[in-house]
């Protein structure tokens, strides 16, 4: 028996091609749809030379808001609002607030950096009054001292305090912690400026965007926890793949997430913002809850 024909133009061939392009849009649109799909980190941490006046202390890390660059008012308003909720010590920013025009690339972003920056500083501005901190990223930092210099006093005027390669101490009651920042690694980033005043003794956190200064903080500082940032966890985390084209030095190891150390522990944040593509996939945006103990 002759089998009938196709009906005009649905060969095999055709159907599968369709189907492989339905497959794809339906991936794009998951993806698309993850890209803000806000995920809370809650990290219980156990710090051996915790002083015992800060059990508990609890620090919300946020990172790579890449404001304007696929991250608008309405996300970063609903970021912004569910830090607010969260109880908390301290708020720290580990840097890329927004995208800088690299190799002229990101200046054909959705949004000139002028307008993404004013998105970001009034995002910031609306968090509840505390505690706050920041550093650098790369992104921050690309476009020269100027606009790093902009975005430093709007991020003052924000409430938060830049550190620049120096730290401060925060104390409760007669015990103290060290708390460190940088510049960015692949700029003006200097750890032994940032740790000079870390005590071997005491406790110290580090805020780092790029975890590549992990290998190279000086030992004798025994950095006890490291907060970074960069990675957005791969942002499309395909396994095998991502982190073969990740741009740090030790992508298995400083993907996302906790990583102990020989001493200590280094937090990886995957951000709040994408770049290139608007799609995120096994790789949620994420607001850190650290609570030591």
Known sequence: MTPKPSPRGWTRRRFLGLGLRLSVLATAGVGFAAKNDLAVERVPLACPGLPPSFAGYTIVQISDLHAGFWTDEEFLGQVVDRVNSLEKDLVVLTGDVVSGSVNGFWKRGPAPREASLALA????????????????????QVDGVRAEGRLVRGLERAGFRVLRN?????ARGNESIQV???DDWWFSGNPDQALEKAEPNGFTILLAHNPDVVAHLPPEKKVDLTLCGHTHGGQVNIPLLTRRIMPIQNPDRYLAGLVPEAHGHTYV????????????FRARPEITVLTLS
């Open 121 to 140: 500083l009034e995002s910031l501005a609306r968090l509840a009054p505390g505690d706050r901190l920041a550093v650098l990223g790369n992104h921050d």
């Open 166 to 170: 120096e730290s401060l101490e925060i």
């Open 180 to 182: 460190a920042g940088m």
């Open 269 to 280: 944040n995957r951000g709040i913002g994408t770049l290139v593509f608007p799609f995120r």
